[in-house]
T-cell receptor
């Protein structure tokens, strides 16, 4: 699975959009971009994933560059409860993928 | 419907003792994963089951570690002769075969402290 690079920490004001970047320059054609988050003392929680098109769900939006070498997770209106570690993961998706390899992630602090 | 359940949530033990953690996955999820997480780090993959078959083991899983899933439902992770370096959060996750999202569903974890 390809390796990802994320900033170790970021701040965001409550109510503003949080944009979390991720670089994955060695991504392969059959690898998806996944995002999980981990709130303190809880297990990681799936947020969203995509292959090459931009994706949106009730939690977030995922923007993947055309060359697929980087992506951005967008939390449109961050709240204090969004303070967490966010993990960007690249792996073979769907039924073909078995294990998910986590990096150190980005620690997002949402401030009032 | 309950999520992934792990027991115990916290375990304090003395060095050299054996400990066992249990994971009950979401019903009908035939894939089950164990991860270990130390402070400030992301979860590290340990092992993976499909039904009762253990299909992959990380090099992190030393001979003192053993995981089982005898009936393809719950799983246990045993650590023998614990060392202080084993202190960590042990996370279990499950997923259904055939799910196109490939999402993993994690439990709350079992925190181990070895004194």
């Amino acid at each position: 699975d390809a390796k990802t690079t994320q900033p170790p920490s970021m701040d965001c004001a409550e109510g503003r959009a949080a944009n979390l970047p991720c670089n994955h320059s060695t991504i392969s054609g059959n690898e998806y971009v996944y995002w999980y988050r981990q709130i303190h003392s809880q297990g990681p929680q799936y947020i969203i994933h995509g292959l090459k098109n931009n994706e949106t769900n009730e939690m977030a939006s995922l923007i993947i560059t055309e060359d697929r070498k980087s992506s951005t997770l967008i939390l449109p209106h961050a709240t204090l409860r969004d303070t967490a570690v966010y993990y960007c993961i690249v792996r073979v998706g769907g039924t073909g993928g078995f294990k998910t390899i986590f990096g150190a992630g980005t620690r997002l602090f949402v401030k009032a | 419907d309950t999520g992934v359940s792990q027991d115990p949530r916290h375990k304090i033990t003395k060095r050299g003792q054996n400990v066992t953690f249990r994971c009950d996955p979401i019903s009908e999820h035939n894939r089950l994963y164990w991860y270990r997480q130390t402070l400030g780090q992301g979860p590290e993959f340990l092992t993976y089951f499909q039904n009762e078959a253990q299909l992959e083991k990380s090099r992190l899983l030393s001979d003192r570690f053993s995981a089982e899933r005898p009936k393809g439902s719950f799983s246990t992770l045993e650590i023998q002769r614990t060392e202080q370096g084993d202190s960590a959060m042990y996370l279990c996750a499950s997923s259904p075969q055939g799910d196109p999202t490939g999402e993993l569903f994690f439990g709350e974890g079992s925190r181990l402290t070895v004194l």
